[in-house]
């Protein structure tokens, strides 16, 4: 499994404030308030979060889901002779 980041860089597309956040690891936020002009920011249709949608790294479980996918498959050992 890889390294699971925590933080995301936040950036609303309103006013381009951007924040460093911590994402919680075993939940999806979909509501974010941005601190620069208030707007109230939620995930696009296909995001499971705001931090897939506005941050520069995808939320925890989103991370593992995709590290799950793109790991190789174990190899069985080799047989002894």
Known sequence: MSIILTQSMITCPACG???NETM???ACRIIYRCEGCGARLQP???DCCVFCTYGS???PPIQIERSER???EPQPAPALE
Do not use: L, Q, V
Request: neutral net charge.
């Open 44 to 46: 696009a249709a296909g």
């Open 24 to 26: 919680p690891s075993d």
């Open 57 to 59: 790294m995808p939320c």
């Open 70 to 72: 793109t790991s190789p």
């Open 17 to 19: 404030f951007a924040k």
